[in-house]
């Protein structure tokens, strides 16, 4: 399964990164690609769409993947979040202080794609 896609909508592309269902084990690999992948990307040009849905991680990894946040910042114009239930919108907060481009979360696919073209 490919976890790290371009998808082209309207002739905008976003960064469609799959953390959905991904085994804890899995993690901190798929992280590192992620942010070497967003790294070869123009600054401020990257729409990312990220799901969470069923993902899960070892407690440890929240502040590696905080911390590894810091880093590519500046490669983002906007992000969305789809599959935020329960701890993870807890976790959320950690995150945001360290977030400094729009972020929205989403319920559904299809809005958070549709606001990220439009962003």
Do not use: A
């Given at each position: 399964m490919k976890r790290i896609t371009i998808l082209e909508v309207k002739f905008k592309k976003i960064v469609f990164f799959d953390l959905s269902f991904c085994p804890a084990e899995e993690f901190k690999d798929l992280i590192e690609?992620?942010?070497?992948?967003?790294?070869?990307?123009?600054?401020?040009?990257?729409?990312?769409?990220?799901?969470?849905?069923?993902?899960?991680?070892?407690?440890t990894d929240v502040m590696y993947i905080?911390?590894?946040?810091?880093?590519?910042?500046?490669?983002?114009?906007?992000q969305a979040y789809i599959g935020m239930d329960g701890l993870k919108k807890v976790l959320w907060h950690i995150f945001k202080k360290n977030v400094t481009v729009e972020t929205k979360i989403f319920d559904k696919n299809e809005c958070a794609i549709n606001w990220l073209i439009s962003c």
């Open positions: 690609k992620f942010f070497e992948f967003v790294r070869k990307h123009e600054k401020k040009s990257v729409r990312l769409l990220i799901d969470l849905t069923g993902l899960n991680y070892i407690p905080n911390d590894r946040m810091k880093q590519v910042n500046e490669f983002l114009k906007c």
